[in-house]
């Protein structure tokens, strides 16, 4: 089964509001990261947060972690239009070498 | 400064034929990834090049060989293409293994028929 799983699978919101997704895993992380994709494009990284850290901020975006509870979150605040597109999170095993993505949440923002 | 490039954008093969997908990036990466991308399905990784000289299986390595032919370039080989290869293909860089973020190409959709 997936190493990672985001919650919810779509999301539709207003233009404004925010946006919350969820991702839980299975085994201990050296980190996890998020990804972005646009429809029809290859995936964009957006943060990184690491095992020993609770909390990140990029701009509009706040990523929490949750070791205890093998979870982290991705807020999107102030959503925008250009913000409608497909979110993945990404754990690194402790001692592994690659990223196991989950399948993704589909969120769309509504003008 | 391209980034990670790849080649073609489209491809259709018939069950049977063979292909090569290139990959190259000018990040001066020393990790390299293979992924497909079915509809409404996360990434799977088919192969992985931790660094130059290596090469491992993914979690979807059957149909697929791999070339990692120096530090830039990170080519994908089916070798009797079958229906159920048809997908989006990914190839993706990052300095090292998992630590740093991956930088991903545009993508090549391939359609077996």
């Known amino acids: 089964s997936q190493q990672g799983e985001e919650d919810p699978q779509a999301l539709s919101i207003q233009e404004g509001e925010n946006a919350t997704m969820n991702c839980s895993y299975k085994t201990s992380i050296n980190n996890l990261q998020w990804y972005r994709q646009n429809s029809g494009r290859g995936l964009v990284h957006l943060i990184l947060i690491r095992s020993n850290e609770r909390e990140k901020h990029s701009g509009r975006l706040r990523v929490t972690l949750d070791t205890s509870k093998k979870s982290s979150s991705l807020l999107i605040t102030a959503s925008r239009a250009a913000d409608t597109a497909s979110y993945f999170c990404a754990t690194l095993l402790q001692g592994a070498q690659k990223l196991v993505f989950g399948q993704g949440t589909r969120l769309t923002i509504n003008p | 400064n391209a980034g990670v490039t790849q080649t073609p954008k489209f491809q259709v093969l018939k069950t049977g034929q063979s292909m090569t997908l290139q990959c190259a990036q000018d990040m001066n990466h020393n990790s390299m990834y293979w992924y497909r991308q079915d509809p409404g399905m996360g990434l799977r990784l088919i192969y992985y090049?931790?660094?130059?000289?290596?090469?491992d299986k993914g979690e979807v390595p059957n149909g697929y060989n791999v070339s990692r032919l120096n530090k830039r370039e990170f080519s994908l080989r089916l070798e009797s293409a079958a229906p159920s290869q048809t997908s989006v293909y990914f190839c993706a860089s990052s300095e090292y293994r998992g630590h740093y973020e991956q930088y991903f190409g545009p993508g090549t959709r391939l359609t077996v028929t």
């Open positions: 090049s931790a660094s130059e000289g290596t090469t």
